[in-house]
């Protein structure tokens, strides 16, 4: 039987390490908008963020609206700068507080164009929620406003992110060969 496991060769974060820090996050954010009028607008990532997002959603004990977002990048590095919209968030965030949860930030090129993209609808706050951040891949500057682990520029995979559609369901962050 295939493992889900092959091919990886160290454990980075296990399932008790990421639910203990997600926790902290969820209390910094349920502290940060329990006085908002309106529902929090949680926009998640695809694929990666569905993991953390599930999690992390669960955790939090705040009146939500959830939707998703997912976008296509094409090339790698400085080429990765094509980012198209494939899926928008169905619901109005017009003077909503918008919370976009991602998986991992690399260069930064997705994030950046999907704020763009959402700041013209003029969402009354949006701020960012991240699994991971690799800051020394940065390309465009991001102000991340939740941030559970930086990791150096390693090829990591689980807990949502793939490498070539494999090792999303591992219940972990590990590094692959
Ligand atoms: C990954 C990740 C982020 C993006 C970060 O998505 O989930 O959305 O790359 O990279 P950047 O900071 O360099 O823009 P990916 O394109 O692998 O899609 P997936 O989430 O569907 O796996």
């Known amino acids: 039987m295939l493992s889900r496991d092959e091919g990886v060769s160290e454990v980075l974060f296990t399932e008790e390490q990421i639910l203990v820090r997600s ?7 349920e ?11 949680v926009i998640g990532l695809l694929k990666g963020s569905y993991v953390f997002m599930a999690d992390l959603l669960r955790l939090i ?3 939500v609206q959830v939707d998703f977002m997912k976008v296509s990048s094409y090339g790698n590095g400085k080429n990765s700068t094509e980012v198209r919209i494939l899926k928008d968030v169905d619901f109005q965030i017009s003077g909503h507080d918008v919370l976009i949860v991602e998986d991992i930030i690399d260069t930064g090129y997705t994030l950046e164009k999907i704020c763009d993209h959402l700041l013209t609808r003029n969402p ?3 701020k960012i929620c991240t699994l991971l951040n690799k800051p020394s891949r ?4 991001i102000k991340i406003d939740y941030n559970c682990f930086d990791i150096e520029d390693l090829f990591v995979v689980g807990y949502g ?3 070539a559609e494999k090792y999303r369901n591992l219940p972990y962050v590990g590094v692959v060969k």
């Open 23 to 29: 926790k902290e996050i969820a209390k910094e954010i």
């Open 161 to 163: 992110i793939d490498y």
């Open 124 to 126: 009354k706050s949006l």
């Open 138 to 141: 940065r390309e465009v500057d």
């Open 61 to 63: 004990n705040l009146d």
């Open 31 to 41: 502290n940060d908008y329990k006085n908002i009028e309106n529902k929090l607008c």
